[in-house]
């Protein structure tokens, strides 16, 4: 395969980082973008002398940034995203999720460059239609929400993006991930519930479940997530498609807690805290989605990537790395 120029918005975020250690040991060359905001330097940190690897900390919002980029990218992988405002800032998802994608994909059209855009599971909302399909409807709650405005910024992204392709001639290849977690996760809600349920296991604090915890989900090791990533950059068959990128094994918030408790090597003393969703956000409505599965059929028909590696695996994995980094912050402290 020849070897292409890449480039990565979001390289010190969680997938990002992950995406970067794939390409770079593939041999292509990498430009990566990141504010810090909520990446870590530290995920990048073995790559930032590579030969292949040119790091750029700013913002994709600064158009001067923009001005000053490279013309000769084979494909963007647009990944830097505000996630669910979880503890407010709704403005900035809104704001930094749609102006950040009209921004890449101003420079694709300019580039003709291929691009390559991060969704999300989310924007099937409250879709009844089990599993999720590309193709199917996706059903936003209420306005009065403040979570869906993740789900809406990303939809609006992706027609966006759709759009583009279709009036400027550029391929689009857009990915709806679900569940992606391990190594350089975030450790807030940000990265996910394994991550807040680890650290409680860790520190002996109790686990908060939303709800009565039988809501369900599907979890994906980011291996998985970056091969799917790695096959639509690459692949021209991926062009002017919508992948779900994900597991198929479905669980419920509880049995990831169990799951997860299970795999200490010390006793622990963690209980299990029901949070009714009124005391979530006061003041604030606040919605779940019961069950979120998706079909993959697609991404295996034309990707040719499948989810590999068994929850209990990547669970496994991602504790002892969670637990390492935590030790290292305490050593550090």
Known sequence: MKHKKILITGVAGFLGSNLLSKLLQEGHHVVGIDNLSMGRLENIHDALNHTHFVFIHSDILDQATMDNLDHDFDVIVHLAAYKIPRYGNAVDTLKINTKGSENMLEFA?????????????????????LPFVEDGNCVMGDSKVPRWAYAVSKLFD?????????????????????????PNQHLSWWGGPQSVFIDCILNNKEIPIHGDGLQTRTFTYVDDTVAGIYAAAM??????????????????????????????????NSEIKLIPYNEISVGRKYQDVMKRVPDTSKAQRILGVKAKISLEEGLRKTFEWQKKVSFEKVDKT
């Not at 059209?109 to 239609?129: E, H, I, N, Q, W």
């Not at 991926?238 to 200490?264: R, Y």
């Open 109 to 129: 059209r300019k580039t003709k460059c291929k691009f390559v855009l991060a969704s999300t599971s989310d924007v099937y909302g409250m879709s009844p239609d």
């Open 235 to 268: 692949k021209p068959e991926a062009n002017g498609e919508i992948f779900n990128i994900g597991a198929n094994k479905e669980i419920t918030i509880l049995e990831l807690a169990n799951i997860l408790k299970g795999l200490s090597s010390e006793p622990v």
């Open 158 to 182: 992706e027609h966006l993006a759709l759009a583009y392709m279709e009036d400027f001639d550029f391929p689009v290849v857009i990915l709806r991930f679900f569940g992606s977690y391990g």
